[in-house]
């Protein structure tokens, strides 16, 4: 059964950093495309970030330049570097599975697989 559980989130303050990550399991998801979105309370879920299957990366433009999507096929793992964070970077983040081979997309309904979600707050 496929299964992606995400990790690493918590507190921080503006500025800080913290390193997501997202352990699949249940697929070869190396052939994946895979992804994260992140949604606010009262806000639709948004892309992050995205890697293929193999490593071209993505980002969304309000992230670029402070967040670095990568992936270690070995290890079942991909990654959410974020660094200079704002508040307005406060969601849940979730780690998402594409389809086998495909470019990863922007939108929510381009993924197959979803994990739980992990809180990431940015607060003083």
């Known amino acids: 059964q496929a299964q992606l559980v995400e990790s690493g989130g918590g507190l921080v303050q503006p500025g800080g950093s913290l390193k997501l990550s997202c352990a699949a399991s249940?697929?070869?998801?190396?052939?994946?495309?895979m992804g994260w979105f992140r949604q606010a309370p009262g806000q639709e879920r948004k892309f992050v970030a995205a890697i293929s299957w193999n490593g071209s990366t993505y980002y969304a433009n309000s992230v670029k330049g402070r967040i670095t999507i990568s992936r270690d096929n070995a290890k079942n793992t991909v990654y959410l570097q974020m660094n200079s964070l704002k508040p307005e970077d406060t969601a849940i983040y979730y780690c998402?599975?594409?389809?086998?081979?495909?470019?990863?997309?922007?939108?929510?309904?381009?993924?197959?697989?979803w994990g739980q979600g992990t809180q990431v707050t940015v607060s003083s």
């Open positions: 249940g697929r070869d998801f190396s052939i994946y495309g």
């Open positions: 998402a599975a594409g389809s086998p081979y495909r470019t990863p997309t922007w939108t929510v309904d381009g993924y197959i697989y």
